[in-house]
């Protein structure tokens, strides 16, 4: 998950660079195709920041801002309606051991960090 301060820089800089190149589009002069390109890739940006999502955090955890725990999984003790699962995995990025958790009667899931 991005920080909050990239993700505010990050935004910032996309919606700057919409700007710039809706300018050059309005100016009506020879450098007006030349805004096409910051248009796109501010607009890529802006896209990038606002669907960023953390891999093992569940949709509650990233409404609420709350913390990724170490895993980038959630944090603290979770809902009593999960379970744990046999499936553990090392996660790529943080080499951190991670337990699935589920709800047997909605089928959601849950990543924590063992240990």
């Known amino acids: 998950m991005l920080i909050s301060w990239v993700r505010a820089v990050a935004l910032g800089i996309g919606l700057v660079m919409m700007l710039v190149g809706m300018a050059l589009l309005g100016s009506g002069t020879s450098d007006a195709p030349a805004g096409i390109q910051p248009l796109l890739f501010g607009a890529i940006l802006v896209a990038v920041v606002v669907l960023e999502?953390?891999?093992y955090r569940s949709e509650?955890?990233?409404?609420?801002?709350?913390?990724?725990?170490?895993?980038?999984?959630?944090?603290?003790?979770?809902?009593?309606?999960?379970?744990p699962t046999n499936e553990v995995f090392v996660d790529p990025t943080t080499r951190a051991l991670m337990r699935v958790w589920i709800d047997s009667r909605t089928g959601e899931q849950r990543y924590q960090a063992e240990g």
């Open 53 to 55: 999502r953390n891999r």
């Open 60 to 83: 509650a955890a990233e409404k609420a801002h709350n913390d990724p725990g170490r895993g980038g999984g959630e944090t603290g003790f979770l809902e009593p309606r999960f379970a």
